[in-house]
T-cell receptor, first 113, second 116 residues
Framework: AQSVTQLDSHVSVSEGTPVLLRCNYSSSYSPSLFWYVQHPNKGLQLLLKYTSAATLVKGINGFEAEFKKSETSFHLTKPSAHMSDAAEYFCVVSEAAGNKLTFGGGTRVLVKP | EAQVTQNPRYLITVTGKKLTVTCSQN?????MSWYRQDPGLGLRQIYYSMNVEVTDKGDVPEGYKVSRKEKRNFPLILESPSPNQTSLYFC???????????????FGQGTRLTVV
């Protein structure tokens, strides 16, 4: 069975400093992994995805994530936060024959000027 | 443009009054699903459909119905809504690989439902 744990419910960073959002997953089979962002009162936008190609995945808006099978992790990073990065971020997993996306509880990012 | 369209975006209704939230996709995806979003719980799957006339329960199906008569449409039906169904609902349209692992998912803009 698949599950996702986002280790921080809230993260606060200063503008221009790095952002790290941590995600650990559990999956019986080789998973697909995604990061989505949700801005206030908006829908879900795909940041990046891993589907068994390169383990370092680059996404939109300067975000990237690294798939580490040995650590069952898929942490999201950005070298320099921007005010527009303030949003909620979801780590998501899908495994073979899973028939669904399983979401983590979300990490809310606050960016201070 | 790839799109998942949900309607309505906002809905306030009374307990027991049947309602339908519509969802339509233009990507010819076989796989569609419904999720509800509640604070601190992320999104949880309500129902999914692998193809026309093929639907199955997700993690939180109680109080909901779905139908898949056409590939592009996947409406969510609340026969007798209750206040605990107040939530933000998302429809998703997805592509899966041969192992039924989802490799791509697009979401609608969401429907904020309030049941009083």
């Amino acid at each position: 069975a698949q599950s996702v744990t986002q280790l921080d419910s809230h993260v606060s960073v200063s503008e221009g400093t790095p952002v790290l959002l941590r995600c650990n997953y559990s999956s019986s089979y080789s998973p697909s992994l995604f990061w989505y962002v949700q801005h206030p009162n908006k829908g879900l936008q795909l940041l990046l995805k891993y589907t068994s190609a390169a383990t370092l995945v680059k996404g939109i808006n300067g975000f990237e994530a690294e798939f580490k099978k040995s650590e069952t992790s898929f942490h999201l990073t950005k070298p320099s936060a921007h005010m527009s990065d303030a949003a909620e971020y979801f780590c998501v997993v899908s495994e073979a024959a899973g028939n669904k996306l399983t979401f983590g509880g979300g990490t809310r990012v606050l960016v201070k000027p | 443009e790839a799109q998942v369209t949900q309607n309505p975006r906002y809905l306030i209704t009374v307990t027991g009054k049947k309602l339908t939230v519509t969802c339509s996709q233009n990507m010819n995806h076989e796989y569609m699903s419904w999720y509800r979003q509640d604070p601190g719980l992320g999104l949880r799957q309500i129902y999914y459909s692998m193809n026309v006339e093929v639907t199955d329960k997700g993690d939180v199906p109680e109080g909901y119905k779905v139908s898949r008569k056409e590939k592009r449409n996947f409406p969510l039906i609340l026969e007798s809504p209750s206040p605990n169904q107040t939530s933000l609902y998302f429809c998703a349209s997805s592509r899966a690989d041969r192992g039924l692992r989802i490799t791509e998912a697009f979401f609608g803009q969401g429907t904020r439902l309030t049941v009083v």
